[in-house]
Structures are given as C-alpha cells and as structure tokens.
C-alpha cells in the first residue's frame, strides 16, 4: 500500500525557516517523480514544487521560487522542502504527492495527509 | 487568481447529472492531459479522473471527463450525498514548467 506520511509543521514566525519532510512507502520511491503542494485556509490548492525520480529536473512556483528547496534522498525513501524567508502568505497545509512515473509533468496518484505550516509572529 | 478557471460552486438534487467546467489555454489543456481531483471535507484530495478521461480504479463510472481545446469538463451522473465535496481540475502547463489548478468548485448535493 502506498503510504506518503509528511511532518515537520509548526508555527514559526515571518522570515524563519522551516523544514518538511514526507516519508514514502509501499513504492519503489527512486522511480517516481515526488511534489510538493499547498491548500491556504479555506483556499484552493497551489502546486509549489516538483523533483523528478533522480532530481534532474526540479521545478518551482514562481510564488517560493528562490525561498524554497526541494530535495529527495532514495536512500531514505524521503522527500523534503526547505522553506526559508517565509512569509504569512506561506501559511498551509503542506501536501506530499507522487507523479505517476518518473517524470513531473505526469498527475499526482497518490497524496498525503499533510502538514500544517503557520507563519505568524 | 487561478490559471485554469472553473465555476465556484454547483449543485444538484440526488440523482441529477451536474457538470462542472474547467477553462485554460494553448500551454496547460490544450497541450497536456487535464487531471481531476476530489476533496472530501476535512481529507486530503484524491484522483478523481486522469488524462482527460481515465478513472482511477475504485472511483464510480458515475464520474467521467471530457476535454476539448483548452476546455475541459467533469460530469457526475446519479449524484450522491457522498459526492459533496470541492474538485479541482489541474494540467502540466509548457509555458510556467510547472502546475496549475483550477480555483476548486465546491459541489453541494441539495
């Protein structure tokens, strides 16, 4: 059974760093593309952040573009965004979900339940 | 605002069929797949429908999707209390390399 299980929210006040990371299993982790997306209060869902199967390709949302890391280790069968600057805008629920396939342009099949950021001060 | 554009809410009386539309452009559902997801209340999204057409295994033949151009359109037939929930239709789009979705459309069953 596929499991993607994210930790690592919190509250944290405007221009901290945070760091979040989503455990894979019941997959072969290293084949498969692994995304990053975000659901403000009451909101819609945004997509932040793309890493294909051996991070050659990663992509990001202009909105954390240059404040955001993603990264992989499939050693570890884990996933992670390093969010630092963060901004009150940043607050969400942090979503872990997998492509279907090795490459990001393909849809999420698989999400997790998520994590809740909180920049405040 | 939302790249990919759909109604904000619809609605539907037990066992009605209700449509819910997705509108984008050359770069995200004209030129890649369009994707449909389902919230529940108070869970995380789930997929609903992929490339275009496709269900997942487990979801009802009750739902089914459709794409023209830079359209794109969700249909549920036989509607059930249990499908009150938001549905978002995202797409791969060339121009931003990256995602986007569509604001969501809150779906209640009267």
């Known amino acids: 059974e596929v499991q993607l299980v994210e930790s690592g929210g919190g509250l944290v006040k405007p221009g901290g760093s945070l760091r979040l990371s989503c455990a894979a299993s019941?997959?072969?982790?290293?084949?498969?593309?692994m995304n990053w997306v975000r659901q403000a209060p009451g909101k819609g869902l945004e997509w932040v952040s793309s890493?294909?199967?051996?991070?050659?390709?990663?992509y990001y949302a202009d909105s954390v573009k240059g404040r955001f890391t993603i990264s992989r280790d499939n050693a570890k069968n884990s996933l992670y965004l390093q969010m630092n600057s963060l901004r009150a805008e940043d607050t969400a629920v942090y979503y872990c979900?997998?492509?279907?396939?090795?490459?990001?342009?393909?849809?999420?099949?698989?999400w997790g339940q998520g994590t809740l950021v909180t920049v405040s001060s | 605002q939302s790249v990919l554009t759909q109604p904000p809410s619809a609605s539907g009386t037990p066992g009605q069929r209700v449509t819910i539309s997705c509108s984008g452009s050359s770069s995200n559902i004209e030129s890649n797949t369009l994707n449909w997801y389902q919230q529940l209340p108070g869970t995380a999204p789930k997929l609903l429908i992929f490339?275009?057409?496709q269900r997942p295994s487990g979801v009802p033949d009750r739902f089914s999707g459709s794409k023209s151009g830079t359209s794109a359109s969700l249909a549920i037939s036989g509607l059930q209390s249990e499908d009150e929930a938001d549905y978002y239709c995202a797409a791969w789009d060339d121009s931003l390399n990256g995602w986007v979705f569509g604001g969501g459309t809150k779906l209640t069953v009267l």
């Open positions: 019941g997959f072969t982790f290293n084949s498969y593309s």
């Open positions: 490339s275009n057409n």
């Open positions: 890493i294909s199967s051996s991070s050659s390709y990663i």
């Open positions: 979900a997998r492509s279907h396939g090795w490459t990001p342009s393909n849809y999420f099949d698989y």
